[in-house]
């Protein structure tokens, strides 16, 4: 079984409640179709059901009366949410006739919607931007526990076994903030190691923190940085298997970790790295994707309290299916840190 398909049999298992707020979009009206025909996961829609209807109908779309259609304009929970919104931004100067105007936004209406219990991740992007997808998710939803900085995890397969977990490596941040200090690079640590967890399935993450050095070769700020960071991930969660700072060759290589870092557990076995800046992490992974020709399935974010996912503007049908997969194998994750 690919990772892939460990990961959507691992969502039909237990199916979550998704939210695709872009209803009227082609692709995700098909993806979302697809997913309820498959029964990955139970769809939220979010928008006029007759004009949901009526584009399917016109794409040929089968399964979507197994779909919970919410339409903002006559919902009865709406007015709920939009005092929702109020007591969540009132302090920020949002009033009660702003909040109003802001929940008939697909977008704020579905993160209110999981912020209220009656759903539990949502997926757009295929017509909005990042910041659009953000936005009302650090507004309504906001961060986990201990945790203030949003980031982006890059799923990378590859056809080395030799390396990571079976070939497969988990990169972060590849996505969002540029240049995190050590608290926040000590946070998508944590953060990265867990989306191991929750969506590659690796049951012992092995996080190198990478950098041009290792274990004090190079003296440089930057450097300094990682090991801080490296300091503080230890102190955010104390269970967390991990070394700094790292090259990649001996995070990755046994011999070149043996050499360059006896002793420790997790050169030369790492499975999850993790970029000292956004720089890096984007194009580190873009190499490996085409130079190494390995698979990239991302970004997938993460930080966020409840899984909200962004998708690229170019997407697929089969990218917003798989990101229900891998949001639903999130929301599970999200649901046992809480209890």
Do not use: W
Request: with cysteine; hydrophobic share 40%.
């Amino acid at each position: 079984m690919t990772l892939m398909e460990s990961i959507i049999a691992r969502a039909k298992a237990n199916k979550q409640r998704i939210v695709l707020p872009e209803s009227l979009e082609e692709r995700t009206l098909t993806a979302a179709d697809k997913a309820l025909a498959d029964e990955l996961a139970e769809i939220i829609l979010i928008g006029n059901p007759d004009e949901i209807n009526a584009l399917g109908a016109r794409l040929g779309l089968t399964h979507l009366s197994k779909a919970v259609i919410i339409d903002p304009a006559t919902s009865e929970k709406t007015e709920d949410y939009a005092q929702l919104l109020y007591e969540l931004r009132k302090k920020k100067g949002m009033t009660i006739e702003e909040a109003r105007k802001k929940v008939t936004d697909p977008l704020y209406f579905g993160c209110l919607i999981i912020k209220n219990g009656d759903a539990d991740g949502q997926i757009s992007g295929a017509l909005s931007t990042t910041g659009d997808t953000l936005r009302p998710a650090l507004q309504i939803i906001k961060c986990a526990p201990g945790i203030n900085c949003v980031s982006g995890a890059m799923l990378m397969i590859t056809d080395k076994p030799e390396y990571g977990e079976d070939g497969v490596l988990v990169i972060g941040d590849v996505a969002v903030t540029p240049m995190p200090d050590a608290s926040q690079l000590a946070q998508i640590a944590v953060c990265t190691a867990q989306t191991a967890r929750s969506v590659a399935g690796f049951a012992e993450p092995r996080v190198a923190m990478l950098s041009f050095s290792t274990k004090g070769s190079a003296k440089h700020e930057v450097v300094d940085k990682v090991v801080e960071a490296t300091r503080l991930a230890h102190e955010l969660d104390p269970n967390l298997q991990i070394d700094g700072e790292l090259q990649a060759d001996a995070a990755l290589v046994p011999s070149v970790g043996e050499k360059k870092c006896p002793g420790s557990k997790i050169a030369g076995h790492a499975n999850v790295l993790v970029a000292p800046c956004l720089e890096v992490g984007n194009i580190g992974y873009k190499l490996v994707q085409r130079l190494g020709g390995a698979d990239a399935i991302g970004p997938i974010l993460q930080g966020i309290a409840r899984p909200v996912n962004d998708l690229s503007r170019g997407c697929s049908v089969d990218d917003i299916y798989k990101m229900v997969a891998i949001t639903a194998c999130q929301a599970m994750d999200a649901k046992r840190a809480s209890e």
